[in-house]
């Protein structure tokens, strides 16, 4: 294993108690309600062709149940069911590894510097638009506020 899975597996403690330390084959994960007091939580792997390992596993989870006033005048009571914070934990750390899965261990800087020229060329062509469809006696302050946005994305 790379010392950057290794590194993946280490900071994601809910996944890793609960089991899941093939962080890297990760492909996608579907929550469900099973009943008012239940979650299901199914991860699915993108195995190898030919692998014994399975495709998918379930984790159940337990809702907690809360009494709630409904009406201070009655006295009337009801139940409500809340989702574990363990639940809402290993979901949060899979959503980051979906995205370090599909677009895999990139340079920050590299991709800094692809956002800066893509935002440039973006507020160019926005400066070109404006420069065509507007009066004469609001441009200065167009222009003004577009080198301003220039001056912030290149402070990045």
């Known amino acids: 294993m790379s010392a950057i899975?290794?590194?993946?597996?280490?900071?994601?403690?809910?996944?890793?108690?609960?089991?899941?330390?093939?962080?890297?084959?990760?492909?996608?994960?579907?929550l469900r309600q099973d009943g008012p007091d239940k979650?299901?939580?199914?991860?699915?792997?993108?195995?190898?062709?030919?692998?014994?390992?399975?495709?998918?596993r379930k984790?159940?989870?337990?809702?907690?149940?809360?009494t709630v006033v409904v009406d201070g005048g009655t006295s009337r009571m009801e139940r409500t069911y809340e989702i574990s914070p363990f639940l809402l934990k290993a979901v949060a750390?899979?959503?980051?590894?979906?995205?370090?899965?599909?677009?895999?261990?990139t340079e920050p800087s590299t991709s800094n510097k692809d956002l800066k020229a893509s935002l440039m060329a973006e507020i160019n062509v926005l400066k070109q638009l404006i420069n065509q469809s507007i009066?004469?006696?609001?441009?200065?302050?167009v222009n003004a506020k577009l080198d301003s946005v220039r001056r912030h994305i290149d402070a990045l």
């Open 135 to 141: 009066r004469a006696e609001s441009m200065g302050a």
């Open 93 to 105: 750390e899979l959503e980051d590894l979906l995205v370090f899965n599909q677009y895999g261990p």
């Open 59 to 66: 984790y159940k989870f337990g809702r907690s149940v809360k």
């Open 39 to 56: 979650d299901v939580l199914r991860v699915i792997y993108k195995r190898a062709k030919g692998s014994l390992l399975p495709f998918s």
């Open 5 to 30: 899975l290794a590194e993946k597996v280490t900071q994601y403690a809910a996944l890793a108690e609960m089991g899941i330390f093939r962080v890297n084959e990760i492909s996608n994960y579907s």
